[in-house]
């Protein structure tokens, strides 16, 4: 019999013999045993009763909050336990790879999360406990996602590849007739497709879209139909993309956007992952400020790994230096330990516009002087910085050029994530109890 359903026939048979299981103990005891029942089984992992209704309690609460109108109970149910068991097949895929959120790492992502909220850690821990969240609780969700922010640099953001043509499309689209960027406000509902689907799902999901779009243009109200029928990761928010650059915007819908007045809608839009109906609501054009490049003066190793390698040697050297740099070991003395070629793979001094990666420089505009960044996965190498001091240019082409290559980056990255999440679904086994 398959592991799998070994494992779901066991279950199956407690349930029925009146116990509630729970997987997640710790001991093999009568403890083993709880009040809290299953409600999905992901691989060989669970997801109970109990971790569903926080997740509701919590969702519930952020959507009043932001006034969006709440679905069918049944409607919220069900996409409050697929977005747990995505993020089960995430963490899963990260532990099964090896990846690791140590101490310092989570206290680290904290202290950032709170310097972002313009408040102190402690006040943080309380307003988080008024929405119902306990520490312990808050502490895990956070080890979560920076889990998930570390897969997409392993195995997402180091195989991204941006040509000097996407950049120059953009260009051509959003700077031929001014020196700024416009963004564009955007809903989105998305009738998704499994990661490899067969013509009859295509054939589907193409209808029910086309049956979405005939509602919408009959007067349905956009942001309740995308929260009823949405398949997108902003369903729950009533499909609200919010206000985003055209580089940042999958390619499908740039071609669409700058033919459309606000009110427009369009679709359906064929993508690899489903098919989207969009909403047009607005531009608007940045301030003057975006003619403004902030540049870092930084200190930075460059962790050599090998190519076609999963490097974790590279990775743990990595994790090293940066816990002895948080203990203040100085950049320069732990280049001439760790570093095979300190001369080269070390540096100090102000960073140009095009001298980085994307997905390095997207990591050094999140920090401030005096902060050091968790290890950057990028291809083979990993990088570890130091911020010195930052200052404010006014910006060349080139350092437009370099705004939009993050910007298509951004977007890359997204993509990605939702194509690994497509993925993880089809592979897995996935049973939801009745």
Partial sequence: MNKHKLITSLIVMLLCMGFSVNLFAKSSTASSFSMDSIVAIVNDDVITQTQ??????????????????????????????QQLIDKKLQLQLAKNTGIRISNSELQTAIQQLAKQNKTSVSALYKSVEKSGLSTKEFRQEIKTEALVRKLLRRDIASRISISEQEVNDFLSNSLSTSQTMPEYHLLNI?????DTPTPDQIEKAKTTAEKVLTKLKAGADFNKTAVDESGGNKSLQGGDLGWRKLAE???????????????????????????????????????????ISEQAEVEMLIIKGIANTLNKDSENIANKIKEK?????????????????????????????????????????????????????????????????????????????????????????????????????GQAYIKIMN
């Fill in 190 to 194: 998305l009738i998704a497709l499994p």
């Fill in 52 to 81: 569903l209704d926080k997740q509701i309690k919590v969702i519930k609460a952020q959507l009043k909050q932001r006034n969006v109108k709440l679905p069918a109970d049944s409607v919220f149910k069900q996409k409050i336990l």
């Fill in 325 to 425: 740099a948080d203990n203040n070991t100085s950049f320069a003395k732990l280049a001439k330990k760790y570093l095979k070629n300190p001369k080269d793979d070390y540096f100090a001094g102000w960073i140009k516009d095009d001298q980085l990666p994307a997905i390095v420089e997207a990591a050094i505009k999140k920090l401030n002087p005096g902060e050091i960044s968790q290890p950057i996965a990028n291809n083979n190498d990993f990088y570890l910085i130091k911020i010195i001091a930052k200052r404010n240019i006014p910006k060349s082409s080139e350092a437009k050029k370099k705004q939009i290559e993050q910007l298509i980056f951004q977007r890359k990255l997204n993509e990605g994530m939702e194509a690994l999440v497509n993925q993880l679904r």
């Fill in 249 to 291: 915007l999958p390619v499908a819908f740039a071609n669409k956007i700058t033919t459309m007045k606000p009110g427009n809608i369009a679709g359906p839009i064929q993508t690899p992952n489903g098919f989207h109906i969009i909403k047009f609501l607005g531009e608007r054009s940045p301030s003057t400020s975006e003619e």
